[in-house]
Nanobody, 124 residues
Framework: QIQLVESGGDSVQAGGSLRLSCAAS????????MGWFHQAPGKEREGVAA???????AYKESVKGRFTVSRDNDLNTVYLIMNNLKPEDTGMYYC??????????????????WGQGTHVTVSP
């Protein structure tokens, strides 16, 4: 059974940091391009960070310099380190896997395997 399980969501104040984890089972994260998506309340789910099979990364403009995506193949886990958090970063964060592309995509349609999400609240 393929599963992606996110964890690490919490409530923090603006300027704080969090590390989100995405533990995979049934797939090997090193063989997939992996992405992190953010869904703010009442808004569409958007890609914020992704790491391709070859290790290349892509970020949404608004998180560049603040968020870092990484992968630990031994632990079969993908991480999203979030620094200098802002209230607009509040929402659900989902991990997803793209089995077709080598490069890191931020397009929701490119991802076929999804986790259940973890919630982040950033207060002013």
């Amino acid at each position: 059974q393929i599963q992606l399980v996110e964890s690490g969501g919490d409530s923090v104040q603006a300027g704080g940091s969090l590390r989100l984890s995405c533990a995979a089972s049934g797939i090997f994260v090193g063989a997939f391009s992996m992405g992190w998506f953010h869904q703010a309340p009442g808004k569409e789910r958007e890609g914020v960070a992704a790491i391709g099979r070859g290790g290349g990364t892509a970020y949404k403009e608004s998180v560049k310099g603040r968020f870092t995506v990484s992968r630990d193949n031994d632990l079969n886990t993908v991480y999203l380190i979030m620094n200098n958090l802002k209230p607009e970063d509040t929402g659900m964060y989902y991990c997803a896997a793209d089995e077709l592309r080598d490069y890191p995509s931020l397009k929701r349609i490119d991802f076929g395997i999804w986790g259940q999400g973890t919630h982040v609240t950033v207060s002013p």
